[in-house]
């Protein structure tokens, strides 16, 4: 009998909300059970075995010294590492320390700072270890996770499109919200959601990061056009996505 | 279709109207039409004249669209809606076939499904170009789709002779409206002014003018006539905008490096919005699926655009690195090299590449600006 691929799913900094997404696949859990073992994934179940595995899922960012060196021994007992959501993919909304000083955010977050240990920075896990895969969005979208590990187990390139948001916008026939006058990252923003934000008429917050070819400069540029302040279109920017380079750049051209 | 003397009209009132929409669906058609959803009139399923857009409007620019109330109670004074016929006849997204492990090998079924059939009420003078020109790419003899042939097949087209035009139109200047001209079953051109509202109605088909002669209708007199060509005289003179075809192919294809295309390629965002609108963009891609027991697989049809990165991909990369490229690629296959391909120009005039771009490139502008500095060579192949 042929072996399962072992899977493990491992967290960083983050919210818990993607490796929830995978616990969401109720429909597909049962045959994902057939499919691998899963090896390791502490949200889910406290029987816990060691490496190495084939397919490590990773959310999260790293944010701490001792995360910095679990991600190299994750790296080192895993055959294929993919990143799940965009603190792992870009460093997530925590990555907003990378643009202050993190004791300014300690003073203010915690009664007694001085008990914490934490990095100046939030640091994708592509910034420690080769990724093999990035799976973006904040959260990640189950039925795009479903297909990188089935496309995983065929061995096949997984279909994950790159393009904009608006593709996905108009193939679901939503009414383009920017054109009807609410600013919106839909243009510059990777495809994957599902066009969930324009579908209830409002404008993409850019949760899957920057698409393949994003021209930032000149949607601000049109925002602006449309009464958009320079500290909002900074805040746009400088959101889940905030390290990842083009937002990061875009944000910083615009006074906050 | 069968050509009939488009001498065959007759004049409807709102009530004839109703019956029309109640005879279609009596045959069994799904009847589709304008309807007002999310601050826009868009196409959807209808019931009755009630569900279409009295006393609205639209207010159209580049980049711009905004929905109004008109002075008036006209339910057909708008210009052209976001989404064309496309999305029923060429759907977004088909899946195509699936196939799963038998016990003697692998079984294949086709996943096409069976389509209602339409009834399209108020197509306008560009959307039927647009689909005679779908029909030419999708029912050529060398390659054949079945599924939009039967959608096609079994469509019946109420047409519609514009009384509005917007600020992007440009029908005129393309040679395709504001009169419906080519396969229709039934047109309509809406009559209104303080002493009436009714629809003169010209039979194009043998199908249209059996249904037609089931209705509540009276027959269409010389000033019936005179007064519905009048309103396409009057929309045809509010055209938003133009452009100059004369020499055009050769114009483009003779100015791959106009330093234009840098410029356009500054604000072009690669988002692919004008293609997903475009009545006539047809490219789709093809997503492969296999499920997590390895045991079926699909295959999906979604469309594409020459604007993503993967539409030119091939082994080592993209053949249209940037912007420039690909905008250059899209404009000249719809206004030159479209004609090689399928005998005519790729636009029809519709105006909605314009207005929803979301920062209002205008592809006349576009045209008219290698027109007026032809023969300038620019930077780099994009």
Same mark, same amino acid.
Not at chain 1, 135 to 149: S, T
Not at chain 2, 58 to 73: C, F, N, S, V
Not at chain 2, 204 to 220: D, I, Q
Not at chain 2, 225 to 237: C, D, I, K, L
């Given at each position: ?5 072992? +899977? ?176 919106? +990252? ?71 | ?87 029923? +006849? ?16 692998? +079984? ?275």
């Amino acid at each position: 009998m042929r072996t399962k691929p072992r +899977l493990a799913v491992w967290k960083f900094a983050s919210c818990d909300g993607c490796q929830l997404s995978l616990l969401d696949c109720e429909d597909e859990l049962l045959s994902l059970a057939g499919a691998v073992e899963i090896a390791y994934f502490a949200e889910a179940s406290s029987a816990m075995e060691d490496g190495p595995y084939d397919l490590s899922l990773v959310e999260g960012s790293v944010t701490t010294a001792h995360d910095a060196e679990r991600i190299r021994e994750v790296r080192r007992q895993s055959k294929l590492l993919v990143t799940i959501g965009a603190c792992a993919t870009a460093g997530g909304i925590q990555a907003l320390r990378n643009f202050a000083d993190v004791n300014d955010y300690l003073a203010v977050v915690y009664a007694s700072p001085r008990y914490i240990e934490t990095l100046a920075t939030s640091t994708p896990i592509a910034a420690h270890v080769p990724v093999d895969f990035e799976l973006r969005g904040c959260p990640i979208n189950k039925v795009q996770l479903l297909e990188v590990i089935a496309a995983f187990l065929a061995g096949r390139k997984p279909a994950i499109p790159t393009y904009s948001v608006c593709i996905e916008c108009k193939r679901r026939g939503n009414l383009c919200v920017m054109v009807q006058g609410t600013p919106c +990252l839909g243009p510059v923003t990777q495809a994957g959601c599902g066009a969930l934000c324009p579908g209830c008429r409002r404008g993409c917050y850019g949760c899957y990061g920057p698409m393949e070819t994003p021209d930032t400069a000149m949607l601000a540029r049109q925002w602006s056009a449309m009464g958009v302040a320079s500290r909002d279109i900074r805040r746009a920017f400088h959101s889940f996505n905030a390290w990842a380079p083009a937002f990061r750049e875009e944000g910083e051209a615009h006074d906050d | 279709m069968d050509a009939l003397p488009t001498a065959t009209a007759a004049v409807l009132d709102r009530d004839g109207l109703q019956a029309l929409i109640e005879a279609l669906a009596a045959r069994g058609f799904r009847v589709c039409g304008p309807v007002v959803r999310d601050a826009a009139i868009v196409y959807d399923e209808i019931s009755g004249v009630a569900d279409l857009p009295a006393g609205w409007t639209d207010r159209q620019a580049p980049g711009r669209y905004r929905l109004e109330r008109r002075a008036d109670q006209a339910l057909f004074g708008f210009a052209a809606v976001p989404q064309a016929w496309k999305r029923f +006849l060429h759907p977004p997204v088909e899946t195509l076939w699936r196939v799963r492990q038998g016990e003697d090998g692998m +079984l294949f079924s086709s996943a096409v499904e069976t389509a209602p059939r339409y009834a399209f009420l108020g197509v306008r003078a560009c959307d039927l170009r647009a689909i005679a020109i779908q029909d030419r790419v999708f029912c050529a003899d060398d390659c054949r789709d079945d599924a939009y042939e039967r959608r096609r097949r079994d469509a019946f087209i109420v047409a519609l002779n514009c009384s509005e035009a917007g600020d992007t139109c440009f029908c005129v200047s393309m040679g395709t409206g504001p009169r419906a001209e080519g396969a229709f079953d039934l047109a309509l051109t809406e009559l209104l002014d303080a002493s009436r509202h009714e629809f003169l109605v010209e039979v194009g088909s043998a199908a249209g003018e059996e249904l037609l002669a089931g209705l509540p209708r009276r027959t269409a007199t010389e000033p019936d006539r005179a007064a519905a060509a009048s309103v396409v005289a009057r929309t045809a003179g509010r055209m938003g905008r133009s452009l100059e075809t004369a020499g055009l192919q050769e114009l483009l294809e003779s100015n791959p490096e106009h330093p234009r295309w840098d410029e356009v390629a500054e604000r072009c965002l690669a988002c692919a919005n004008c293609t997903m609108v475009c009545p006539t963009c047809f490219c789709t891609t093809l997503e492969d699926h296999s499920d997590l027991s390895g045991g079926s697989a699909e295959r999906v049809r979604l469309w594409d655009s020459c604007f993503t990165l993967d539409f030119s991909y091939i082994h080592g990369g993209s053949v249209r690195q940037t912007d420039k490229g690909r905008y250059r690629q899209w404009m000249t296959h719809k206004l030159a090299t479209w004609f090689d391909q399928f005998g005519s120009s790729g636009c029809v005039g519709c105006g909605r590449c314009i207005t929803w771009c979301p920062v209002g490139i205008d592809i006349t502008e576009e045209a008219a600006a290698i027109r007026a500095t032809p023969h300038i060579q620019g930077g780099d192949h994009g």
